[in-house]
């Protein structure tokens, strides 16, 4: 039996399951109990009959053995089909059955015991009752079922002893079973109290697994449904695309009206800029469906920080801003998918545009770790963000209030995206910033992906 196996049971009947394993992990004693038996008859034997010896031990290898077969039973049943109280009260029967054979030769002391003999007996039914308190106190009713009968027969014949020594002894037995009743009542509080705080964690751990797994479903859903309707709005975007391309270059005529023309230019560049957006959020879909595969080869690392910045170049002198990029010495080769890369570094250094104003500066660099990992670095001189907007930022539509909001394109899907192509590597997007002091931002490939360059650092250099 697993504990995940009672997952679909109540809470009160996960607490009786609960107990009823502790209750029949400690099988060990059964048979410990007919070693002890075997013990007192051979004891017993110079002074009870034999027939009633072994009549007796008969009867106590019986209810041993049914007991072994009934913790078998319980071991290889499916928790499902579990009875718990079927289960408890054949428990119970099994432990009365126990304590009323030792309670039945302890009323034999009265025909056939001496005085030694009633001393050690009491000394077992005492230190078999003690142990009965480390093994199935978990379950009152099956500690008093099996400790009862068998401790008051004896103290019964103890009080009608005729040594006043012996009768005194009966009444400690009383109080014996008094004291150990109570400490049993504590020990069982005790147990049942961490059973239902292990049950209630269960409980609360199931609630969670299922809450997250909702979570991912409608999550899988949102994104899946994203995904068809960026599917469904590129049909027709490419039919808008390719019309107003045709009108703005008038390739069946000219306008009648020069005005035409301008608007089908809009009508084209803002087609442009919504198909940019639908491929975002496609893109952005597949890598949280998990659909995105890398295509790894060899590449230098500063091939795409010089690619990138001259993607970028023309923007970044059409807005007065200062774009340059920083390649170190030696620079090993990555182990990447090129493409992937390329778009990383784009989105980092476009965000870097978009959010330093005229005159600013944006740097992208690459460097060798300590570790022996390849750094990517895009920093710039721009407004920044507050430490506590850095997770909103890298949240799929985050976007953040700022002064430059109202002339700012994009959805906020350039940096979640990066993060998430960036761990496909293995890779690690921090981001470091402060209002109006700029903001870094590190892609940190594992030392793992790093390539020893067959032409020694010449080429890095070069680069």
């Known amino acids: ?43 017993l034997r110079n002074t009870f009959p034999p ?12 209810v041993v053995a049914g007991r072994m077969l009934l913790y078998r039973r319980f071991l290889n049943t499916a928790l499902q089909g579990l009875c718990s109280q079927c289960w408890a009260r054949a428990f119970c029967v099994g432990a009365f059955l126990s304590g009323l054979l030792w309670g039945a030769i302890c009323l034999g002391l009265n025909y056939w015991g001496n005085d030694e003999h009633t001393v050690m007996l009491t000394l077992v039914v005492c230190g078999v009752s003690a142990g009965a308190l480390t093994t199935i106190v978990t379950y009152l009713p099956a500690f008093l079922a099996y400790v009862v009968p068998m401790t008051v027969p004896l103290a019964v014949i103890l009080l009608l002893h005729a040594s006043p020594q012996i009768a005194a002894t009966g009444w400690m037995m009383l109080l014996f079973l008094a004291v150990t009743g109570i400490a049993s009542r504590n020990l069982s509080k005790s147990a049942i109290r961490s059973i239902e705080l292990k049950i209630d964690n269960q409980i609360l751990n199931e609630s969670l697994k299922a809450a997250l797994s909702e979570r991912d479903k409608a999550r899988g859903e949102k994104w899946s449904t994203l995904a068809q309707l960026s599917h469904e709005l590129r049909t027709p975007l490419n039919a808008i695309l390719g019309f107003s391309e045709a009108m703005f270059k008038e390739y069946f005529g000219p306008h009648g009206n020069p005005r035409y023309k301008e608007y089908s230019g809009h009508v084209h560049s803002s087609g442009r800029h919504l198909l940019t957006l639908i491929d975002e959020i496609l893109q952005m879909s597949r890598v949280e469906a998990g659909d995105l595969t890398l295509k790894e080869h060899e590449v230098d690392p500063a091939v795409a920080v010089c690619a990138a910045a001259a993607v970028l170049s023309p923007e970044a002198h059409k807005k007065q801003q200062k774009l340059s990029a920083e390649t170190a010495p030696a620079l090993p080769l990555l182990y990447a998918d090129e493409a992937k890369l390329n778009q990383m570094l784009l989105a980092l250094t476009s965000n870097a545009l978009k959010f330093t104003p005229p005159e600013g500066e944006i740097a992208v660099a690459a460097r060798t770790a300590p570790d022996g990992g390849v750094l990517f670095e895009v920093r710039d001189s721009g407004i920044g963000m507050a430490a506590e907007d850095i997770p909103l930022a890298l949240q799929p539509f985050g976007r953040l209030a700022n002064p430059l909001k109202h002339d700012v394109e994009g959805i906020g899907l350039g940096l979640p995206i990066s993060k998430r192509l960036a761990e496909l590597h293995g890779a690690r997007l921090s981001i470091a910033s402060e209002p109006g002091k700029g903001t870094l931002c590190t892609i940190a490939f594992p030392p793992g992906r790093s390539l020893a360059r067959p032409g020694g650092a010449a080429k890095a250099a070069a680069a």
């Open 51 to 62: 027939p009633v010896l072994i009549l007796w031990l008969t009867a106590i290898a019986a």
């Open 1 to 43: 039996m697993h504990a995940d196996d009672t997952c679909g049971l109540p809470r009160a009947d996960r607490i009786l399951v609960e107990k009823l394993r502790l209750l029949y992990r400690g099988n060990f004693a059964v048979p410990a109990n007919f070693a002890i038996a075997c013990l007192v008859a051979y004891t």
